[in-house]
């Protein structure tokens, strides 16, 4: 199988095919964003990758699950787990899963997967699955870090209480120059900064997060 991709700490893409060899390749695992004050898993939140079916063929990766809530429970399974490959055709990587709690997870550990599938000609690579303790701040699918026109910075803000009202501030510095470029905003947002008008130079953009009773 391919190198596993993707952002381990903001899963968000889906998985692969298998690319069909014969007729009936395994498709890619989806995409799962779940935003909840409570998950009991009692089945099973699956973005598992299909097995491939006939001679040959190999199998679909693992895809993408981000679980955003206050706490996990249940004794289902949570997984992204690639399929298995048909006969000589390879089994595919294990996907992203992150997990962000404000309070206990009571849901086994290890009902959690992103496996590489077993089978064909061979395993898949495995996967990753996170579960950070402490808040995340994540720029989206900002691939450069080369900016020349108008650019949108889009953001999100894993792991946070939403009843303690954080807003955020988007700071730029360089060039001995500081530029705010957003001001109290959601957590999770996005602005857009025409760095045309600006220097040109390195800067380095920073985040602040302030609550519901200013604190930083």
């Given at each position: 199988s391919n190198e596993t991709y993707g952002d381990p700490l903001y899963p968000n893409k889906p998985g692969s095919g298998g690319g069909t060899n014969w007729s009936a390749a395994g498709a890619g695992g989806g995409v799962?964003?779940?935003?909840a004050?409570?998950?009991s898993v009692?089945?099973?939140i699956k973005a598992n990758g299909a097995d491939g079916a006939v001679w040959a063929d190999p199998a679909g990766s693992g895809g993408s699950i981000l679980i955003n809530a206050a706490t996990l429970s249940g004794s289902g399974t949570v997984s992204a787990n690639g399929?298995?490959?048909y006969a000589q055709g390879g089994s595919g990587g294990g996907g992203r899963v992150a997990v962000y709690l404000l309070g206990d997870m009571t849901l086994p550990r290890g009902n959690i997967t992103a496996s590489g599938g077993?089978?064909?000609s061979g395993p898949g690579q495995e996967g990753t699955v996170r579960?950070?303790?402490e808040p995340v701040f994540l720029f989206v699918e900002?691939?450069?870090g080369l900016f020349h026109s108008v650019e949108t910075l889009e953001w999100i803000a894993l792991g946070l209480d939403p009843a303690e009202g954080f807003l955020v501030d988007v700071i730029a510095t360089g060039q001995d120059r500081l530029f705010t470029l957003a001001s109290a905003v959601p957590g999770s947002s996005a602005v857009q900064w025409d760095t045309t008008q600006v220097p040109d130079?390195?800067?380095q953009i920073n985040a602040v997060f302030t609550n519901g009773l200013s604190e930083v």
């Open positions: 799962a964003h779940l935003f004050q409570a998950i009692r089945g099973g399929g298995k490959g077993t089978g064909g579960i950070p303790e900002q691939g450069s130079g390195s800067y």
